[in-house]
């Protein structure tokens, strides 16, 4: 079993999941196998709750999940649970931001207004030399 990437600080990103969707609600739910420790201090982390998130994807599609939010026993700090498809604290799939910062054919689909690109593409460039 692989242990999901604890970055940014109160997110845990996993890669490993598959989606629920129950069509009744129209919610997507994350399930999935890894674990992993706090990010802050490596200390097992509980269930405590679910929270809603939604997501637009290329065309501007919302899709709403619902995403655990997990308690450390150490230090007391939540931290959610996200799959790799949400970049944490954006409300667009993490393709549609990387086709935008790419400049791919598909970018000029985007649903996003121009100054969210914009944004994207300004707070992307100052965190370049960190990500490469």
Not at 52 to 64: A, E, M, Q, S, V
Request: aromatic share 8%; net charge positive.
């Amino acid at each position: 079993m692989t242990s999901p990437s604890p970055l940014p600080c109160g997110m845990i990103i996993v890669s490993s999941f598959n989606l629920d969707h129950n069509t009744k609600t129209g919610v997507f739910t994350i399930i999935t196998d890894e674990t992993s420790g706090c990010p802050l201090c490596d200390s097992e982390l509980t269930y405590r709750d679910s929270k809603h998130r939604n997501l637009k994807d290329l065309y501007g599609k919302l899709r709403r999940f619902l995403l655990r939010r997990m308690r450390c026993k150490e230090c007391n700090k939540l931290h959610t649970e996200l799959p790799n498809i949400i970049q944490p604290y954006k409300h667009y799939e993490s393709y549609v931001i990387q086709c935008i910062l790419d400049e791919s054919e598909e970018a000029s689909k985007c649903a996003a207004d121009d100054s969210t690109i914009r944004r994207w593409k300004k707070e992307f460039s100052k965190s370049a030399p960190d990500i490469a």
